[in-house]
C-alpha cells in the first residue's frame, strides 16, 4: 500500500477523522507513526483474536504437576517448614496477634488494636516527644499478657522510677546496655531466635556507635558504617522474627537534611542508620509535639500527633491525638471516658456519668473516679476493646 503524503495540520486532523467515524462501519484500526507525517500502516480488526477457552484437559495436567512438585518439597530435606509451598496457606486465619500500645486511639489507628507480633516497628520523632513514654507502655501491656520484655538502653536514659509509675514490672524487665552497635544488634537476633521474649525495645537506632568509630580517636576521618551494619543485620534479624512472635520496637532520632539541589533549598527531617530500617519495618510511628497542658497554671503534661506513615496491615496514613501526663505516661482515663460515652458503655446525661451503677457529676470528676478505681479502668477497656476490635 502506497504512503498518503499529508503536509498540513488541517489535512491530517480530517483524514484521521474520516478514519476514526469509518471505524465502526468497516473495522479498521489507524495506526501512526508519531515520528513522521505519514500513515504506516492499516492493521484489520480480524487480525486480533481472543484467547479460547481453558481445556480441560491441559488444566488436569496442570494440576497433576503442581502436586507432583509440591510433593517433592515435602520429601526433600533441603527446606525448612515454612520454606515449603502449601495450597492452604492462605485459607487460614489472618487476623494477627497483637499487643496494645496502651491507647485506645491509637490501637484504633493502628486498624488492627495495637502492634503486631513477628513484626519490626519504627518509632521515631524529634526529642522528648513521647518516644521512650509510648515504648515503656508496649512493655506494660506486653507483661499484663504475661509476656517477657527486654530494653536495650543504648542511650542510658532509662529512668526505673518513670517506668514504675507507668506500670512496668521492672523486676522482670531484661536491661541491657551494650557497649556497641554490633553487640546490640547480635542480642536482638539471639532473644528473637529464642522466641521466648514478646518485646524488645531497642533505645535508640541513633545511639548505635559501631566498633570501629569506637576505636577511632576524635577528630580522626572515618567512614560511617553505621547504615552498612544496621542493613546487614536487619537482614539476619528479619529471618527471626518471621519465625516468632516477637515484637521489635526501635526508637530513633530525626536529623535535618538539607536539599540543595532543589530550586528552593529547605531541610528535610531523615531518620538515622540508613534507608534499611524504613523498608523492613511493618509499622512506621512518628511523633510530634503539638502542644502543652496546664494544669492549675503550671504545665503539667503534653500533647502529642502520632502519624501513622507506614502500616502494612491496614492503610496507613492515620492520626491520633495522645495526652502524656509527665511523670506517669498516658492519660488513659481521659481517652477511655470519652471512647465509653461514645459507644454507649457508660451513660453520659447533662454533667452526669453513670459509671458502673455509680453517679459521677463532671468529667474531672469521673476521670479522677476512673483512675481511683483501676478494676472498673480495665472492665471498661476490655469492653471497648471487644466492640472496637
Not at 469509518?22 to 495506526?31: A, K
Not at 517506668?163 to 514490672?169: F, P
Not at 497542658?293 to 502494612?312: A, H
Not at 482515663?333 to 452526669?352: K, M, N, P, Q
Request: charged share 25%; proline share 3%.
Amino acid at each position: 500500500m502506497g504512503r498518503l503524503s499529508l503536509t498540513s495540520p488541517i489535512q491530517r486532523f480530517r483524514f484521521f477523522s474520516y478514519l476514526s467515524q469509518q471505524n465502526g462501519r468497516r473495522g479498521f484500526l489507524p495506526c501512526s507513526s508519531y515520528g513522521g507525517r505519514y500513515l504506516s500502516s492499516l492493521v484489520e480488526a480480524s487480525d486480533c483474536e481472543l484467547d479460547e477457552g481453558p481445556d480441560d484437559s491441559k488444566v488436569a495436567e496442570k494440576d497433576i504437576n503442581l502436586h507432583s512438585a509440591l510433593s517433592q518439597l515435602s520429601v526433600s530435606g533441603d527446606f525448612d517448614e515454612d520454606s515449603k509451598l502449601w495450597l492452604q496457606r492462605f485459607s487460614r486465619s489472618r487476623r494477627v496477634s497483637v499487643i496494645s500500645t496502651g491507647s485506645l486511639n491509637l490501637d484504633l489507628a493502628l486498624g488492627v488494636g495495637g502492634l503486631p507480633k513477628g513484626r519490626m516497628v519504627e518509632v521515631y520523632g524529634k526529642e522528648a516527644s513521647g518516644k521512650t513514654t509510648l515504648a515503656l507502655h508496649i512493655i506494660k501491656e506486653a507483661q499484663k499478657l504475661g509476656g517477657y520484655c527486654a530494653y536495650l538502653d543504648v542511650e542510658n536514659a532509662l529512668d526505673p522510677c518513670l517506668a514504675e509509675a507507668i506500670g512496668v514490672n521492672t523486676e522482670e524487665l531484661l536491661i541491657s546496655r551494650p557497649d556497641s552497635a554490633e553487640n546490640m544488634l547480635s542480642i536482638v537476633d539471639v532473644l528473637t531466635k529464642s522466641g521466648s521474649v514478646d518485646v524488645i525495645v531497642v533505645d535508640s537506632v541513633a545511639a548505635l556507635a559501631p566498633q570501629c568509630e569506637l576505636d577511632v580517636p576524635i577528630g580522626e576521618r572515618y567512614r560511617d558504617r553505621q547504615p552498612i551494619i544496621m542493613t546487614q543485620a536487619l537482614r539476619k534479624i528479619h529471618y527471626s522474627v518471621a519465625n516468632s512472635q516477637t515484637l521489635i520496637v526501635f526508637l530513633n532520632q530525626v536529623r535535618s537534611h538539607a536539599k540543595s539541589r532543589m530550586r528552593f533549598p529547605h531541610a528535610e527531617e531523615v531518620t538515622c542508620g540508613g534507608n534499611a530500617l524504613r523498608f523492613q519495618a511493618a509499622i512506621r510511628l512518628k511523633m510530634i509535639r503539638t502542644g502543652l497542658i496546664k494544669t492549675d497554671s503550671e504545665i503539667s503534661g503534653l500533647n502529642v500527633c502520632v502519624e501513622v506513615v507506614k502500616n502494612k496491615l491496614t492503610p496507613g496514613k492515620k492520626k491520633s491525638e495522645l495526652g502524656i501526663h509527665f511523670g506517669h505516661g498516658f492519660y488513659v482515663e481521659r481517652e477511655v471516658l470519652e471512647l465509653a460515652c461514645e459507644h454507649g458503655v457508660i451513660v453520659r446525661e447533662g454533667s452526669s456519668h453513670f459509671i458502673e451503677g455509680e453517679v459521677v457529676d463532671g468529667k474531672d470528676a469521673a476521670e479522677k473516679y476512673l483512675v481511683e478505681n483501676k478494676e472498673v479502668l480495665d472492665t471498661i477497656i476490655k469492653i471497648l476493646r471487644n466492640q472496637l476490635f
